[in-house]
């Protein structure tokens, strides 16, 4: 069942009546001669210039993971933790709500799940959705309880026919996990989505770590109201550290499609991601999972500790991914967390932002996953201006102009030299953030490096540079993606934390792309078709507004040649405050069945 195209242009005309008039830069003023005098630029100021376009952001406050994303019956939800008090993280958090038909343009719910009982009095912290059979979606959560004990909990919907699963009620059988049996109670958290084994039970995993192994333990349940904690823990890693946020899911070998998180099966292969408290990096293992059983071996090209394979080797945290049937499809959904300095996220009123959803499928080498933003993001695109077969030699900047460069999409694809030039690789160059902060933009290579200035100012006093590099490897070409922010501002207390990650791609046809989105503080970059993601959050001092600029670049001694660029203005996504009744949901979803 799905909502009708009726409904959905209606949403579409309210979108657009806003869109234009919510684009403007508003005469505001930021200039090379303003950086000395910084501390009196008005934080009003900058506070509209950083707050993002069409990324998911509140209108104020603290936010941080994403919470039970689902697709009901029409209607994408995404939950969040959400501090209604302030812009720093508190004890009080809760879930807000917001609903979507696109996960582009959203409807702002009153708050889910919020402190009430005595099992969530002390925080209801992040947690997960399931659709059981009979269509009815469950969260489980976890709670703080009185004594500072995490626990987990369960909550349905009050009414299922309210189309917008509005209100949300806690059942008082709750806690129906706790930390008992050795299980630390300040580490038992962040439930998963269940899934179903051929047995009948469903099962879930809750993140913790004995000492310093971080484990998923593992739960099964008949009827997910009485869960029984299994012998051992579904995967455990010695040396990780606390895992936060768990997630386990099916992806096919044979495909981009996705699957639900139920299914197994010969062309299936399985994907546990965990967040690491101590370092707050992602890392993912691929590997295989015995239903019977209950065990899960990461392949060997996993490496199953901090140095494993990451979403996105940037600020991207908390993730977690749902089966979207409508499109059959797997989503991804991560808090971006911040580099401003807490002061200032308190004088901007808000922190946090959502990464756009992507598409995740397995990469046809069977070793790692492949992301894309969600196509329903293009809808935003405008203005288009466009670059083809220019060359780029050593020193050249090419101003990219036309569009709005602080909200844009870029899709640029390069092609390479003969990579007989190509320097040497060092096998000592294990970490490829610490090779990108030694080989920052400026420094002169030979292939690269190449590729986008973003939010850069005249004058380049400040830019966020993200390029490759290529290197000649013992056996292979080796291509090493950065986004540099070293100069990406002239203020001094934000965090200008270089990322980087290897571009596993085969160079051989001589092609490299890379697409960027780029929105006020946000650079959220796809390498190598979106093999290697980097996600940046930069806070500019002049290089923002009408005063932000966009440049291709070249600063190796080889030329390379931009085959093709495409960028785009992007309008901003719309945050519908006054929700379409339920009755007028209700009927159109009543008409299409
Ligand atoms: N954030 C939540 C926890 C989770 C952490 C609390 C990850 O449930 O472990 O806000 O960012």
């Not at 008082?172 to 300040?186: C, F, K, L, V």
């Not at 008949?222 to 869960?227: A, L, Q």
């Not at 580099?339 to 397995?362: C, H, N, Y």
């Not at 001589?510 to 993601?533: A, M, N």
Request: a negative charge; hydrophobic letters at 35%.
């Amino acid at each position: 069942m799905a909502i009708s195209k009726q409904f959905l242009s209606v949403l579409w005309v309210l979108f657009f009546c806003y869109c234009f008039s919510l684009f403007g830069e508003n005469g505001v003023e930021a200039s090379h001669e303003h950086y000395p005098r910084l501390e009196s630029v008005t934080t009003s100021i900058i506070d509209k210039l950083y707050r993002t376009g069409y990324h998911f952001q509140p209108p104020q406050h603290w936010i941080n993971d994403p919470n039970g994303p689902m697709y009901y019956n029409g209607v994408y939800h995404l939950f969040y933790q959400y501090n209604p008090y302030g812009a720093v993280w508190g004890n009080n958090i809760v879930w807000a709500h917001s609903v979507s038909t696109d996960m582009i343009n959203w409807m702002p719910l009153k708050l889910a799940i919020f402190p009430s009982k005595p099992f969530d009095i002390n925080g209801c912290w992040s947690g997960s959705a399931t659709i059981l059979p009979g269509n009815k979606p469950v969260i489980l959560y976890t709670g703080i309880d009185p004594d500072n004990r995490q626990v987990q909990n369960i909550a349905f919907p009050k009414n299922l026919s309210d189309p917008y699963l509005t209100e949300w009620e806690k059942p008082d059988y709750n806690p129906i996990m706790e930390p008992i049996d050795g299980i630390n109670a300040g580490s038992f958290r962040d439930p998963t989505t269940a899934w179903k084994g051929p047995d009948g039970l469903w099962r879930i995993l809750v993140g913790s770590e004995t000492g310093k192994r971080g484990e998923a333990i593992l739960y099964r349940s008949k009827d997910f109201e009485h869960w029984v904690k299994a012998n051992h823990p579904l995967h455990s890693s010695e040396g990780t550290g606390m895992w936060e946020c768990p997630d386990f899911y099916p992806v096919s070998k044979r495909g981009t499609h996705g699957l639900d998180t139920s299914f197994n099966g010969e062309d299936v292969k399985h994907v546990l991601k965990v967040s690491l408290y101590d370092t707050k990096y992602e890392y993912y293992t691929v590997g295989r999972y015995m239903h019977e059983n209950d065990v899960y071996v990461p392949d060997k090209t996993s490496a199953d500790n901090s140095t494993g394979l990451r979403y996105d080797y940037g600020k991207f945290y908390a993730s977690k991914t749902f089966f979207d049937d409508a499109k059959t499809r797997r989503i991804l959904w991560a808090w971006m967390n911040e580099s401003d300095s807490e002061r200032d996220d308190i004088s901007k009123g808000w922190a946090g932002v959502q990464a756009i959803p992507r598409t995740v499928w397995l990469d046809t080498n069977g070793k790692q996953l492949m992301q894309w933003p969600i196509a329903e993001v293009e809808t935003l695109r405008r203005k288009q201006v466009d670059l083809d077969n220019k060359k780029l030699k050593k020193g050249d900047l090419v101003h990219i102009e036309g569009i709005i460069a602080p909200q844009a999409d870029v899709e640029v694809e390069f092609d390479l030299p003969s990579l007989e030039k190509a320097e040497i690789f060092d096998p000592s160059w294990v970490n490829p953030q610490i090779l990108c902060s030694q080989k920052e933009a400026h420094v002169e290579g030979s292939i690269g490096p190449f590729g986008l200035f973003v939010l850069a100012s005249d004058g380049l006093d400040e830019y966020t540079a993200v390029f490759f590099r290529i290197f000649k490897a013992k056996d292979k070409h080796m291509a090493l993606m950065c986004s540099d922010q070293s100069r990406s501002s002239l203020r001094t207390e934000v965090d200008k934390t270089t990322y980087g990650g290897f571009v596993d791609v085969d160079l051989k046809d001589g092609k490299l792309s890379l697409r960027t989105l780029i929105d006020r503080s946000i650079v959220e970059s796809f390498g190598g078709g979106g093999i290697t993601c980097i996600t940046a959050r930069v806070y500019p001092a002049i290089a923002v507004g009408t005063q932000a600029r966009l440049y291709a670049f070249n600063y190796g001694s080889e030329t390379v040649k931009i085959s093709k660029l495409k960028a785009w203005s992007m309008i901003n996504a719309q945050t519908l405050k006054e929700l379409p009744s339920s009755d007028t949901v209700q009927m159109e979803l009543e008409n299409e069945t």
